[in-house]
Nanobody
Framework: QVQLVESGGGLVQAGGSLRLSCAAS????????MGWFRQAPGKEREFVAA????????YYADSAKGRFTISKDNAKNMVALQMNSLKPEDTAVYYC????????????????????WGQGTQVTVSS
């Protein structure tokens, strides 16, 4: 059974940091592009960051640039999101996703291109 399991969420004060991890199982994801998305209450799911299958190309939403860093460890079948300088508006459920047919340069921020999703981890940033 293919699974993505996120961890590392929690409650943090504004300006603080969190590191989210996503462990993949069931098959290797070394050839998958992977991404992080988030969904705040009452809002649609939005793109946060993505990394290509080899880990040498990353892409960020404007809201994440300069504060968040995505990384991928193919040997461990994991992807991580380091979040620094957190703001209250970063509060959301964060989801990791994986896809082998993302078409990196055209659709890397499109949630519909990702085939596998985790259950999400809550991040709450207090002011």
């Amino acid at each position: 059974q293919v699974q993505l399991v996120e961890s590392g969420g929690g409650l943090v004060q504004a300006g603080g940091s969190l590191r989210l991890s996503c462990a993949a199982s069931g098959r290797t994801f070394s050839r998958d592009d992977m991404g992080w998305f988030r969904q705040a209450p009452g809002k649609e799911r939005e793109f946060v960051a993505a990394i290509n299958w080899s880990g040498d190309n990353t892409y960020y939403a404007d809201s994440a640039k300069g504060r968040f860093t995505i990384s991928k460890d193919n040997a461990k079948n994991m992807v991580a999101l380091q979040m620094n300088s957190l703001k209250p508006e970063d509060t959301a459920v964060y989801y990791c996703a994986a896809g082998a047919g993302v078409a990196w340069f055209f659709h890397r921020s499109d949630a519909r291109r990702y085939d596998y999703w985790g259950q999400g981890t809550q991040v709450t940033v207090s002011s």
